[in-house]
T-cell receptor, first 116, second 114 residues
Framework: DAGVIQSPRHEVTEMGQEVTLRCKPI?????LFWYRQTMMRGLELLIY????????DSGMPEDRFSAKMPNASFSTLKIQPSEPRDSAVYFC??????????????FGEGSWLTVV | DQQVKQNSPSLSVQEGRISILNCDYT??????FLWYKKYPAEGPTFLIS?????DKNEDGRFTVFLNKSAKHLSLHIVPSQPGDSAVYFC?????????????FGPGTRLSVLP
């Protein structure tokens, strides 16, 4: 399996621009998570989906952030307009609810976002 | 309000010695705990897990201990190797509000010195 695939790996953009991060989860996984890693807060959950439906978006910082999952194999995280404080590494992860309780989640390699 | 805490931001250990990484949690509904390891420029990778019905789980050089009454878990690495140098995240899940969601701690950076 190719694992969780994220793009772009690196993005440098100017403040005010729209940023779109993309994620392809592991085939067959029915949970998809977006995390953000910062020095101050570590790994914080932004939003997660189950069967393409957003379940909890309470971690989304502001209305500038939005996430979609139009189908089981694709999700986007959009920031519009972007601000320098959005600079971080954004991780997508997926998991399956099948099998024994407490399955692990699998992370992509992350998208490094710098807003200047 | 962090529900999963790793109070040591960093830890240095000599090669061959034991590394002990600690994690505390506040939500008594958590019933499944995991440790992830993260190298620079890579995503976190799963290391070891433990269910709340156990107090110990071992996998090779890695052992996780769970003390439910203290809401504390620890990861022991014996013997430590330079390749173990990474950031280690503790994570927890469970209960009605979390289900398949995983709450991560801020991480501990382990440096194993040759």
């Amino acid at each position: 399996d190719a694992g969780v695939i994220q793009s772009p790996r690196h993005e440098v953009t100017e403040m005010g621009q729209e940023v779109t991060l993309r994620c392809k989860p592991i085939s067959g996984h029915d949970y998809l998570f977006w995390y953000r890693q910062t020095m101050m807060r570590g790994l914080e959950l932004l939003i997660y989906f189950n069967n393409n439906v957003p379940i909890d978006d309470s971690g989304m910082p502001e209305d500038r952030f939005s996430a979609k999952m139009p189908n089981a194999s694709f999700s986007t995280l959009k920031i519009q307009p972007s601000e320098p404080r959005d600079s971080a590494v954004y991780f997508c992860a997926s998991a399956t609810s099948r099998g024994s309780r407490g399955n692990t989640i699998y992370f992509g390699e992350g998208s490094w976002l710098t807003v200047v | 309000d962090q529900q999963v805490k790793q109070n040591s931001p960093s830890l240095s250990v000599q090669e061959g010695r034991i590394s002990i990484l600690n994690c505390d949690y506040t939500n008594s509904m958590f019933d499944y705990f995991l440790w992830y390891k993260k190298y620079p420029a890579e995503g976190p990778t799963f290391l070891i897990s433990i269910s709340s019905i156990k107090d110990k789980n071992e996998d090779g050089r890695f052992t996780v201990f769970l003390n439910k009454s203290a809401k504390h878990l620890s990861l022991h690495i014996v013997p430590s190797q330079p390749g173990d140098s990474a950031v280690y995240f503790c994570a927890a899940s469970g209960g009605e509000n979390y289900g398949q969601n995983f709450v991560f701690g801020p991480g501990t950076r382990l440096s194993v010195l040759p």
